[in-house]
């Protein structure tokens, strides 16, 4: 049989029980809610971070797609340019109205694209086949002329330097003309976009 002390202490041990119970259960359940909280914060977060990485490779994308417009665009209007020089020359010489400067500005605007397409080196690769252009124009106005003139006044001008110097102006702007694709390529290249990072 039980004794007056056990029954006692079983009854005040009951409330007592049912507390730390109660507190373990409460702990538990704050630290379940914690758990959850945290599971569902970093899913959130995981899939915010995929959507970001889906958005950057939208972006990256519709780069590389403009960019390779431009190449084509860049390709044209630098061959309408050279084209139009060369008529421009030949107007000259024989003195016809010259031909319009829409090219020239279609150059401006590309060479502006380019700026914000590209960055400063692809830039200043368009400055320097500019210049090669326009040193190609100097240099072909001579030669055209003499190739215009009799053999007899052919014979008493020396037109070596002169056919020497279009001949380099000419290697050195088709090079460069040539180098466009060159210049451009590693910015056309997607490959793999987490590898190889954002431009």
């Known amino acids: 049989m039980l004794s007056d002390f056990s029954i006692w202490y079983t009854a005040q041990a009951e409330p007592v029980r049912i507390a730390v119970i109660g507190g373990i259960i409460a702990l538990w359940g704050s630290f379940l809610a914690g758990a959850v909280s945290v599971m569902v914060a970093w899913v959130q977060g995981r899939i915010a971070h995929r959507a970001v990485e889906a958005q950057e490779r939208t972006i990256y994308l519709s780069l590389i797609e403009r960019r390779a417009a431009w ?7 630098w061959s309408a340019w050279i ?10 010489v024989t003195n016809q109205p010259l031909p319009t400067d829409e090219p020239l500005r279609a150059i401006g605007n590309c060479r502006r694209e380019a700026r914000w397409l590209f960055g400063p080196e692809v830039d200043a690769f368009l400055e320097q086949l500019e210049v090669a252009v326009r040193h190609y124009s100097a240099n072909r106005m001579p030669v055209r002329e003499l190739g215009l003139m009799d053999p007899a006044e052919r014979r008493a001008v020396d ?14 702007m088709t090079t460069l003309r040539a180098d466009i694709t060159d210049k451009t390529r590693p910015y056309l290249y997607v490959g793999d976009i987490r590898a190889t990072g954002l431009p």
Do not use: N
């Not at 190449?71 to 209007?77: F, K, S």
């Not at 139009?84 to 030949?90: A, C, L, P, S």
């Not at 037109?159 to 050195?172: C, D, I, K, P, Y």
């Open 71 to 77: 190449l084509d665009y860049a390709i044209t209007t």
């Open 83 to 92: 084209d139009q020089q060369e008529r421009r020359i030949e107007a000259i």
């Open 159 to 172: 037109g070596h330097e002169q056919e020497q110097a279009f001949q380099q102006s000419l290697t050195r």
